[in-house]
């Protein structure tokens, strides 16, 4: 499963810059509202550490990585829910994507404009989730109109009891939605977006309850040896959000590395006192945040990595690799990437008996490597 991660934000915050160099992409970035128009995406592989050591064990001769979808969306502004500043356009896209990334300007620049003429990102994240949320209530009363439509009509239709009580129940769930969005209640939201995805309600899919994370996007001098912990806007989003929620980045720094070899790169890090790209930053967040793990697929053609839910059945994760694999399911052959770094080869991994094999209800572990046995 590829992980599509939206890139939101108000005008000039940084973001079309920090897509380009997150994706070595070449699309416009200027010093005004709006330069996106049309959704930007570029797909980017995410780094695992793990996958040379696979290669050298089983001699492959290819790496196929997971990958990261990123998504540069244009730039809301307050009004956007209406379609102001051409926002109804951009809203839509975020529904498609699995993670928001909100790219929050904590840097001062006069040469910059701001769209509200002063940086303040909390001010600016409560301004997209407004129009997030207006947007979400819109489609939360054309629904509602719906239900109460079945409702109204079940007895004519003949409607099984199970359908009543499912609309009924639907119309609970409106009820709490509604004054949730109408009090712009993130919380409140993000929980009953939960309930909604555990009640198996697909009619209401919400752009305001999605997984974010907030990247702090600071000045080249706050970025060097880690000084934008003193940064006073990147501290009010970690007090408000907490630290695991906050990614701090400088674009600008993003972008020249994106640009250099990967001994450039290093050596450009190293005298900056910078440990981690803004990329592998944003992935392991992103991973922790959807509660994603990998697993693998090896052998002499490829080192293959795959993503998944966490707590996914065998089965299910064969399903990822081809629809006939989960079908036809018989057991998997099971071993772990520690099993390879501890002996070496598959075959000391046999000989040290760490090799097993699992039925239907095992639940595959991080790291896992797998041989799928089925038969269609």
């Given at each position: 499963m590829?992980?599509?991660?939206?890139?939101v934000?108000?005008?000039?915050?940084?973001?079309?810059?920090?897509?380009?160099?997150?994706?070595?992409?070449?699309?416009?970035a200027?010093?005004?509202?709006f330069c996106?128009?049309?959704?930007?995406?570029?797909?980017?592989?995410?780094?695992?550490?793990?996958?040379?050591?696979?290669?050298?064990?089983?001699?492959?001769?290819?790496?196929?990585?997971?990958?990261?979808?990123?998504?540069?969306?244009?730039?809301?502004?307050?009004?956007?829910?209406?379609?102001?500043?051409?926002?109804?356009?951009?809203?839509?896209?975020?529904?498609?994507?699995?993670?928001?990334?909100h790219?929050?300007?904590?840097?001062?620049?006069?040469e910059?404009?701001?769209?509200?003429?002063?940086?303040?990102?909390?001010?600016?994240?409560?301004?997209?989730?407004?129009?997030?949320?207006?947007?979400?209530?819109?489609?939360?009363?054309?629904?509602?109109?719906?239900?109460?439509?079945?409702?109204?009509s079940?007895?004519?239709?003949?409607?099984?009891?199970?359908?009543?009580?499912?609309?009924?129940?639907?119309?609970?769930?409106?009820?709490?939605?509604?004054?949730?969005?109408?009090?712009?209640d993130?919380?409140?939201?993000?929980?009953?977006?939960?309930?909604?995805?555990?009640?198996?309600?697909?009619?209401?899919?919400l752009?305001?309850?999605?997984?974010?994370?907030?990247?702090?996007?600071?000045?080249?001098?706050?970025?060097?040896?880690?000084?934008?912990?003193?940064?006073k806007?990147?501290?009010?989003?970690?007090?408000?959000?907490?630290?695991?929620?906050?990614?701090?980045?400088?674009?600008?720094?993003?972008?020249?590395?994106?640009?250099?070899?990967?001994?450039?790169?290093?050596?450009?890090?190293?005298?900056?006192?910078?440990?981690?790209?803004?990329?592998?930053?944003?992935?392991?967040?992103?991973?922790?945040?959807?509660?994603?793990?990998?697993?693998?697929?090896?052998?002499?053609?490829?080192?293959?990595?795959?993503?998944?839910?966490?707590?996914t059945?065998?089965?299910?994760?064969?399903?990822?690799?081809?629809?006939?694999?989960?079908?036809?399911?018989?057991?998997?052959?099971?071993?772990?990437?520690?099993?390879?770094?501890?002996?070496?080869?598959?075959?000391?991994?046999?000989?040290?008996?760490?090799?097993?094999?699992?039925?239907?209800?095992?639940?595959?572990?991080?790291?896992?490597?797998?041989?799928?046995?089925?038969?269609?």
């Open positions: 590829a992980l599509k991660a939206g890139l934000g108000l005008p000039n915050v940084g973001k079309s810059t920090l897509f380009n160099a997150l994706t070595k992409s070449s699309i416009p200027a010093n005004y509202p996106t128009v049309d959704p930007n995406i570029a797909i980017t592989n995410v780094p695992d550490k793990r996958i040379p050591v696979l290669m050298t064990a089983f001699k492959s001769q290819k790496p196929i990585p997971t990958t990261m979808q990123f998504v540069d969306i244009a730039g809301l502004v307050k009004g956007a829910s209406t379609g102001e500043g051409l926002g109804n356009q951009f809203l839509g896209h975020i529904m498609d994507v699995n993670l928001i990334l790219v929050m300007r904590c840097f001062e620049d006069e910059i404009t701001h769209v509200h003429n002063k940086v303040d990102p909390l001010s600016d994240f409560e301004t997209i989730m407004t129009e997030l949320m207006l947007k979400d209530l819109e489609s939360v009363l054309k629904r509602e109109e719906k239900v109460m439509g079945f409702i109204k079940a007895k004519n239709k003949q409607a099984t009891p199970a359908q009543i009580k499912e609309w009924e129940a639907e119309k609970v769930m409106i009820d709490s939605l509604k004054l949730a969005l109408d009090a712009v993130l919380n409140k939201v993000q929980a009953l977006g939960l309930d909604i995805v555990a009640a198996n309600m697909t009619s209401l899919q752009i305001s309850s999605k997984n974010f994370l907030l990247i702090a996007n600071v000045s080249e001098d706050d970025y060097m040896g880690a000084a934008y912990k003193e940064n806007y990147y501290q009010a989003l970690v007090k408000k959000f907490g630290a695991d929620r906050v990614i701090a980045i400088s674009a600008k720094i993003e972008s020249e590395l994106a640009q250099m070899s990967d001994d450039e790169a290093n050596e450009m890090m190293e005298s900056l006192g910078i440990t981690e790209k803004g990329l592998a930053s944003i992935i392991t967040r992103g991973y922790d945040n959807l509660d994603l793990i990998t697993f693998f697929t090896c052998g002499p053609k490829e080192a293959h990595a795959w993503s998944i839910k966490r707590g059945s065998v089965p299910k994760a064969a399903g990822e690799i081809h629809s006939d694999l989960e079908r036809g399911f018989i057991c998997a052959e099971v071993y772990n990437y520690k099993d390879i770094v501890d002996f070496g080869t598959e075959a000391k991994v046999k000989e040290n008996g760490r090799f097993r094999t699992e039925g239907k209800d095992y639940i595959v572990q991080d790291g896992d490597l797998l041989n799928i046995r089925f038969n269609v």
